[in-house]
Nanobody
Framework: VQLQASGGGLVQAGGSLRLSCTAS????????MGWFRQAPGKERSFVAD????????GYADSVQGRFTISRDNAKNTVYLQMDTLKPEDTAVYYC??????????WGQGTQVTVSS
């Protein structure tokens, strides 16, 4: 599985961005998908995940209520809608696919910068 993330950019605090991650391969709809982020000088951390059907989602406490993860299996794409962005959301965002209980496949990352 190859993952291609896009949609990052520079936005003012309080603004919104939508990230997209498109996967290659025919088994996308069987994967648990997720988003992680890594800020400068910090470890990569969990942001959100979504099950194969989109019926179950999970979020880090820091983004709960502001970010929404969704997927379109017909397009092999997972999204991360980010609203009410804060400067502390600045990071490189990575999409990932879970295989066998581990985040196994990773995209290349997309930079999100939130100015104050």
């Amino acid at each position: 599985v190859q993952l291609q993330a896009s949609g990052g950019g520079l936005v003012q605090a309080g603004g919104s961005l939508r990230l997209s991650c498109t996967a290659s391969g025919s088994t996308f709809n069987s994967y648990l998908m997720g988003w992680f982020r890594q800020a400068p000088g910090k470890e990569r951390s969990f942001v959100a995940d979504i099950n194969w059907s989109g019926s179950t989602t999970g979020y880090a406490d820091s983004v709960q209520g502001r970010f929404t993860i969704s997927r379109d299996n017909a397009k092999n794409t997972v999204y991360l809608q980010m609203d009410t962005l804060k400067p502390e959301d600045t990071a490189v965002y990575y999409c990932t696919a879970n295989l066998g209980g581990q985040w196994h496949y990773w995209g290349q990352g997309t930079q999100v910068t939130v100015s104050s």
